[in-house]
């Protein structure tokens, strides 16, 4: 059972505009979100989170949106930039529950086309 | 300060023979993390520790596999008679006391 899913497997974008990245959940109790992007070959690193206290986090070109009630998330990237094309991958933790493991999805490709 | 770092990068072996992955944490972070990847997937979760302690593991953790963490320091990963089906990518990743996990460059192992 997939509790973390990322339904679009690829995105295209043209340079300078929007991206928008994203996640679904299945598990209510999760409560801190991360967002990736990975390189091929390379671990993936770490650009933005989110607690679910919070509806929006933004951090320089990224922003995260958070929608409980839809077990939603989001991620915009403005302006896109050719070096932001990768894997991105969104991953969810139920720290109330005493546990600090994260779930991943599946990842989305993203393409920014000069 | 340096990141995760994690040894060796490449690993080819045959099946039916144990491998050891070795991940230093970034300094004093107290919990560290095991995952595998393979293509297309995202990383899945294999098992984590807080300083010394294995504090959850995942049923897809076979008998075959064991990981340490002596001294709440470095960490190993050994995959015992390994199979084909053992062959992915294996990220080390570890966090002080916030939330957020730094991973570093991934083990790639590959079972002929």
């Known amino acids: 059972d997939q509790q973390v899913k990322q339904n679009s497997p690829s995105l295209s974008v043209q340079e300078g505009r929007i991206s928008i990245l994203n996640c679904d959940y299945t598990n209510s109790m999760f409560d801190y979100f991360l967002w990736y992007k990975k390189y091929p070959a390379e671990g993936p690193t770490f650009l933005i989170s989110?607690?679910?206290?919070?509806d929006k986090n933004e951090d320089g070109r990224f922003t995260v949106f958070l929608n409980k009630s839809a077990k939603h998330l989001s991620l915009h990237i403005v302006p896109s930039q050719p070096g932001d094309s990768a894997v991105y991958f969104c991953?969810?933790?139920?720290?109330?529950?005493?546990?600090?493991?994260?779930?991943f999805g599946t990842g989305t490709r993203l393409k920014v086309l000069a | 300060d340096t990141g995760v770092s994690q040894n060796p990068r490449h690993k080819i072996t045959k099946r039916g023979q144990n491998v050891t992955f070795r991940c230093d944490p970034i300094?004093?972070?107290?919990?560290l993390y095991w995952y595998r990847q393979t293509l297309g997937q995202g990383p899945e979760f294999l098992t984590y520790f807080q300083n010394e302690a294995q504090l959850e593991k995942s049923r897809l953790l076979s008998d075959r596999f064991s990981a340490e963490r002596p001294k709440g320091s470095f960490s190993t990963l050994e995959i015992q008679r390994t199979e084909q089906g053992d062959s992915a990518m294996y990220l080390c990743a570890s966090s002080a006391t916030g939330n957020t996990i730094y991973f570093g460059e991934g083990s790639w192992l590959t079972v002929v």
């Open positions: 991953a969810a933790s139920d720290r109330g529950s005493g546990t600090y493991k994260y779930i």
């Open positions: 989110i607690s679910s206290i919070k």
């Open positions: 300094s004093e972070h107290n919990r």
